[in-house]
């Protein structure tokens, strides 16, 4: 996933956060990351897409799954913040 140059101050991201952050954003120069998810709702959420006609659809593709996991992957992020990071951000 890359990012989408929106002008030489702006670009938008897609993709997880702390991955963009360390290969695309130099340390302390973040002004604001937004972020509005369902957080945590255990739901798969699906485009749904009308006929023609304006009738709904069958067709439908996955959007996005909102269900976290703890997972070997989480729990190497967690140790290197932790671990590796201010200890402001530790605690």
């Known amino acids: 996933m890359a990012a989408l140059p929106m002008n030489d101050k702006n670009k938008l ?3 997880d956060n702390l991955r963009i952050l ?3 954003v130099p340390d302390a120069s973040v002004d604001l990351i ?3 998810p369902p957080l945590n709702s255990s ?3 699906n485009v749904l897409f009308k006929e ?3 009738e709904e659809s069958a067709a439908q ?3 996005f799954e909102d269900t976290w996991q703890w997972s070997q992957e989480a729990e ?5 913040i932790v671990g590796r990071g201010p200890r402001k951000r530790a605690d």
């Open 13 to 15: 991201y897609f993709g």
């Open 43 to 45: 739901a798969i959420y």
């Open 34 to 36: 937004y972020l509005d």
């Open 52 to 54: 023609k006609s304006g």
């Open 76 to 80: 190497a992020e967690y140790r290197e």
């Open 22 to 24: 360390r290969e695309y």
């Open 61 to 63: 593709i996955t959007a």
